[in-house]
């Protein structure tokens, strides 16, 4: 049996242990994936996924350290000299193909491992494969596509630009939507003819390495993906300081964004960092107020509010706020909350260190008067798992971290405005800037606004518009560089300029 195939053999074995709610001792995985082998850390060290639903070990996998990096970079420099190097583009598009084909086959398997690590609805987790698919299928049509251009500089010259890979490239991702984001950094790498190391989040491990296995298996050559599991301030740090790095795409918090962003300056390596946010949603009094809650709904407590896109603030026009209110409440307290496998509408938090900073929040935020509409602690009856409530909040004090900090939960506030340079004032109050969405029935305001807010993406009349299509990426402390789309791609470009002077006469003639 091919490493691959073993890997995705213990994998399967991991998806239906965990899903059958399997005690003992988890199984062991060896999880780092170098040159198309899986082996464990060269320490010995390991590290437990939890199911954050149930509190039941998933899987005991490798804690890779600056050895595994440096082996995995060693790996994906020497493959982009060899097989992978003479890969024509479209080549390249038929191996994603591919993968996102064995992708969708897999769509089971994916689904229950990013349930089992994650917590995540099962039918989310389905959706996220498909949109894994979708990530790669898009890339794999661009693969040959990337055009460069030739630069007039007159009769005497020729002059061109050729798009070169970047080179050996590292990805680092966070726990929210492991396999999207390893999909949404890597398709566009590979589609470009980077090789790669990914480092996945230490809470959510498992989709990763299937990506991994099932691309070994879809025919890329061994060292153009490989997967380093451990820790971030270990394997993590590693791989963004490694010198054979040509290039980081980070997701996470801002913090870490700062670490990572200058360690690769340090080499001077490009970064593209996707920070996270405080979106705000403004809803007017003109709004269809049905859409403006559908958007609200969805936009706050999709994926549990672990979403760096989630409405964490919601702005609402003074003369229809209470309305507002208690339409959202009323929405909001249909929502179901439970084990992931059995596909509520939200699962748990990731993780116990989660669920804390969320408590916290909210704790603070009760302290200085806010008023909790709807929810604010575990849903009745639970006992383990990470779970938090759908949580509406009126009356924030605007200094406290709920309302200034990402709180990645299930937790909207709620703020009063009148008129539009005040929406605006709130919305752009904030050192983030990733996503804002507007809500209006008046088409001159949501356009003059949606020029004047700080985001990287701001909605109009809906939340969480656009696919892989569409560039995201934040200003301000949320970050440079956008993922997706053909600005994705060009991240993992590097343009070369050939000029060529032309004799104006023939030689000996
Ligand atoms: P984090 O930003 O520390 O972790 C994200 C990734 O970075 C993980 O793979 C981690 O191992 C890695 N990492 C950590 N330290 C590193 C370092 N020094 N060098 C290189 N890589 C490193 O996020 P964490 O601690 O998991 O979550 C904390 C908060 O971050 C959350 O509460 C949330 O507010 C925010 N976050 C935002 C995300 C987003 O998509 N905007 C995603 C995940 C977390
Ligand atoms: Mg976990």
Redesign the pocket.
Known sequence: MSAAAETLSVLKDIAERGKAGASGRAPEIASIFIDSEARHALSGATLVSTNPSREIPAANFSRGGREDVHAAAVSARRALGGEWGGTAPQRRGELLYALADKLEESSELLATLETLDVGKPLSQSRGDVAGAAATLRYNAGAADKMEGSSVPLGAEYLDFTEHEPLGATAH??????PLG?AARSLGPALAAGCTAVL?????SPLTSLAFAALASEAGFPPGVLNVVT????E???A??GHPMIDGVT????????R??GA?AGRNLKPVVL????KNPLIVFADADMDRALDAAVEGAFDNSG????SVSRLLLENGVKDEFLRKLVERSRELTVGDGFEDPDLGPL??P??LE??DGHIAQALESGARALLGGGRPAGVSKGYFIEPTVFDNVDVNCRLAR?????PVVSAFGFSGEAEALAIANSLPYG?AAGIHTSDIDRALRLARRIEAGTVWINGWFIGGVQAPTGGVKD?GYGRERGIAGIRNYIRIKNIGVHIADHCAGG
């Open positions: 680092i991702t966070p726990w929210n939507f984001m480092k996945p989040a230490e809470q451990g820790l971030g301030d394997a993590g740090a791989l963004v980070f997701t996470g918090s801002v913090a870490t964004g670490i990572v360690s996707e920070l996270g946010g672990q979403v760096c896109s990731v993780s260190e989660q900073k969320v900090e990402e709180t990645f939960g990733l949320s």
